[in-house]
């Protein structure tokens, strides 16, 4: 946050993993009085504002309450041996030029594609003695209208143009994730010259609806009509649009039949990686790796990160202007210029005097709704799971199955749907919607060590919100033995109850949130 509100003023300022840590440590005994500009937090968006400004000469200090830096992009031993992506585990929305401008890989970041990347095997317990069918969708386009196909052959011919038909729209919009916003403001209430000037805010979206064409109001659909309207348009096969459903309500405290579900959608199909548009991978090391990737680039510049230093307020004078912010343990550091990589209510309700800020910019602070139906369990497993729709291989060597997000209970929208019900009613849901990431590759992504078959297991529950699985209703193991994977409640490495891993007293995220993805780093 650069400080700003009622009388507040712009301030303007006219080995990677051991370098980072090097810094770090020369850092920590070195805290100066002031700075050119103080970023509050070390989650990745400050990590990049911060190796922005440092690269163009503005002196900067990142301040971290956490001991380790990174935020949701982290990799943390939460059991003796083995190494999680904590929190965010893939990585796509990261916008390209960052990775060209920080010199990301010449930092040690390493990116594994997800391909395949949906894997959705069915129940279908009436199928007798027949093997259950599944669905195995990756980037070889024959390979998903061959999958598709047994569902239906008209989906597996319609799946081309859908996949062309969200392309283009992603196109159109990605240049407007770059570009400042309209400025509606200086439209309803300018001068006349502010009027003017204000037109250059138009040309990205102008040039949006060029591309989106005679199609923009179907497109204008998929943005504010509920997922399930949008894709009973193109396919008639449950198991493909449950599928599909999925990623417009991860993470969103939303139905498929939402109005605006396909917005969320639009965000898993607008990134990219390694040149490949829609593309999501896995970092080798984990995400705290592009963390420590981004916090090498910027330190090697000459940033300085202070880990365990909490930031209490920040500091504004009598003029309305920013002068820098007071730690948790009184120590005052200058500087005209404060960004803030908290969340808006801790940013505008906690950190910054009140009396600077407009009511009604405030009250609308306040009711941002950021409720989240996840829950992120980390599971060190001895094995692979086995499903009875794709068994294991004999000796227990990963499948292509293995590498992709698994989605359980997901055969029918209409499941999704009554998960949702389940959770707005404080439940846990009848069919919890297991959403898993698993990294097989051994050695150094993911997890590691100690055990040769070692993965990181990350399950996303969508069940109840605020409780997420409510302990005190569903059984903790209970909840790691779906019909469909009966290895999956094998014997794990360590004995005793799997716990429910919830956002510790060390992190600090608004309204029971427990999962997060990495997205776009313009702050």
Same mark, same amino acid.
């Given at each position: 946050?650069?400080?700003?509100?009622?009388?507040?003023?712009?301030?303007?300022?006219?080995?990677?993993?051991?370098?980072?840590?090097?810094?770090?440590?020369?850092?920590?005994?070195?805290?100066?009085?002031?700075?050119?500009?103080?970023?509050?937090?070390?989650?990745?968006?400050?990590?990049?504002?911060?190796?922005?400004?440092?690269?163009?000469?503005?002196?900067?200090?990142?301040?971290?309450?956490?001991?380790?830096?990174?935020?949701?992009?982290?990799?943390?031993?939460?059991?003796?041996?083995?190494?999680?992506?904590?929190?965010?585990?893939?990585?796509?929305?990261?916008?390209?030029?960052?990775?060209?401008?920080?010199?990301?890989?010449?930092?040690?970041?390493?990116?594994?594609?997800?391909?395949?990347?949906?894997?959705?095997?069915?129940?279908?317990?009436?199928?007798?003695?027949?093997?259950?069918?599944?669905? #195995?969708? %990756?980037?070889?386009? +024959?390979?998903?209208?061959? $999958?598709?196909?047994?569902?239906?052959?008209? *989906? &597996?011919? !319609?799946?081309?143009?859908?996949?062309?038909?969200?392309?283009?729209?992603?196109?159109?919009?990605?240049?407007?994730?770059?570009?400042?916003?309209?400025?509606?403001?200086?439209?309803?209430?300018?001068?006349?010259?502010?009027?003017?000037?204000?037109?250059?805010?138009?040309?990205?979206?102008?040039?949006?609806?060029?591309?989106?064409?005679?199609?923009?109001?179907?497109?204008?659909?998929?943005?504010?009509?509920?997922?399930?309207?949008?894709?009973?348009?193109?396919?008639?096969?449950?198991?493909?649009?449950?599928?599909?459903?999925?990623?417009?309500?991860?993470?969103?405290?939303?139905?498929?039949?939402?109005?605006?579900?396909?917005?969320?959608?639009?965000?898993?199909?607008?990134?990219? #990686?390694? %040149?490949?548009?829609? +593309?999501?991978?896995?970092? $080798?090391?984990?995400?705290?790796?592009?963390? *420590? &990737?981004? !916090?090498?680039?910027?330190?090697?510049?000459?940033?300085?990160?202070?880990?365990?230093?909490?930031?209490?307020?920040?500091?504004?004078?009598?003029?309305?202007?920013?002068?820098?912010?007071?730690?948790?343990?009184?120590?005052?550091?200058?500087?005209?210029?404060?960004?803030?990589?908290?969340?808006?209510?801790?940013?505008?309700?906690?950190?910054?005097?009140?009396?600077?800020?407009?009511?009604?910019?405030?009250?609308?602070?306040?009711?941002?709704?950021?409720?989240?139906?996840?829950?992120?369990?980390?599971?060190?497993?001895?094995?692979?799971?086995?499903?009875?729709?794709?068994?294991?291989?004999?000796?227990?060597?990963?499948?292509?199955?293995?590498?992709?997000?698994?989605?359980?209970?997901?055969?029918?929208?209409?499941?999704?749907?009554?998960?949702?019900?389940?959770?707005?009613?404080?439940?846990?849901?009848?069919?919890?919607?297991?959403?898993?990431?698993?990294?097989?590759?051994?050695?150094?992504?993911?997890?590691?060590?100690?055990?040769?078959?070692?993965?990181?297991?990350?399950?996303?529950?969508?069940?109840?919100?605020?409780?997420?699985?409510?302990?005190?209703?569903?059984?903790?193991?209970?909840?790691?033995?779906?019909?469909?994977?009966?290895?999956?409640?094998?014997?794990?490495?360590?004995?005793?109850?799997?716990?429910?891993?919830?956002?510790?007293?060390?992190?600090?995220?608004?309204?029971?949130?427990?999962?997060?993805?990495?997205?776009?780093?313009?702050?």
């Amino acid at each position: 946050m650069a400080a700003s509100g009622r009388g507040l003023c712009k301030a303007v300022a006219a080995s990677p993993f051991p370098a980072w840590r090097r810094a770090h440590t020369e850092a920590r005994g070195g805290l100066k009085p002031e700075y050119d500009a103080v970023v509050i937090g070390a989650g990745h968006n400050g990590l990049v504002a911060a190796a922005y400004l440092q690269r163009l000469g503005v002196n900067t200090a990142i301040f971290e309450r956490r001991h380790v830096i990174g935020g949701a992009a982290v990799t943390e031993e939460i059991i003796p041996g083995f190494k999680f992506s904590r929190a965010s585990y893939l990585l796509s929305l990261l916008r390209p030029q960052i990775y060209t401008d920080l010199e990301l890989k010449k930092h040690g970041l390493r990116l594994h594609l997800r391909n395949p990347y949906s894997f959705t095997p069915m129940l279908e317990e009436g199928a007798g003695s027949k093997v259950p069918r599944c669905l #195995l969708l %990756g980037t070889d386009m +024959a390979e998903n209208k061959k $999958q598709i196909a047994q569902f239906s052959q008209k *989906d &597996a011919q !319609a799946f081309p143009k859908y996949e062309e038909f969200m392309h283009r729209l992603a196109l159109a919009i990605d240049p407007l994730l770059d570009a400042a916003p309209v400025d509606i403001a200086a439209f309803q209430h300018g001068s006349l010259l502010q009027r003017m000037r204000s037109l250059s805010t138009l040309k990205p979206l102008l040039k949006a609806g060029r591309i989106l064409g005679a199609q923009l109001p179907r497109y204008y659909e998929v943005l504010t009509a509920p997922i399930t309207k949008v894709l009973d348009q193109w396919f008639e096969s449950e198991p493909l649009k449950a599928t599909l459903a999925t990623d417009a309500v991860i993470g969103a405290m939303t139905s498929p039949h939402t109005p605006g579900s396909g917005y969320v959608l639009l965000h898993h199909v607008m990134g990219g #990686l390694e %040149g490949m548009q829609g +593309a999501w991978g896995y970092v $080798q090391g984990g995400m705290g790796a592009l963390s *420590d &990737a981004i !916090a090498s680039s910027a330190t090697t510049h000459g940033a300085s990160i202070f880990t365990e230093k909490t930031v209490a307020k920040v500091q504004v004078n009598s003029e309305g202007c920013v002068q820098g912010v007071v730690l948790e343990d009184g120590t005052e550091v200058r500087s005209k210029m404060v960004l803030s990589n908290t969340s808006p209510q801790i940013t505008f309700l906690k950190l910054t005097p009140q009396e600077w800020l407009p009511e009604e910019f405030l009250e609308r602070i306040s009711q941002l709704d950021t409720r989240s139906p996840v829950t992120k369990i980390n599971v060190a497993v001895d094995r692979l799971p086995s499903f009875l729709a794709a068994p294991s291989a004999p000796r227990g060597q990963p499948l292509p199955h293995h590498q992709c997000s698994i989605h359980l209970n997901c055969e029918d929208t209409l499941l999704l749907h009554q998960a949702f019900e389940d959770a707005m009613d404080g439940l846990p849901s009848h069919s919890v919607r297991l959403h898993r990431g698993l990294c097989p590759w051994l050695q150094g992504l993911c997890g590691w060590q100690r055990h040769p078959h070692t993965t990181r297991f990350g399950e996303n529950l969508r069940a109840s919100w605020r409780e997420h699985i409510p302990l005190r209703h569903v059984p903790g193991p209970a909840l790691l033995r779906p019909p469909r994977a009966p290895a999956f409640w094998l014997p794990l490495p360590f004995p005793g109850p799997v716990s429910l891993w919830k956002w510790g007293s060390s992190w600090r995220r608004c309204d029971g949130s427990c999962w997060a993805k990495c997205s776009a780093c313009g702050l």
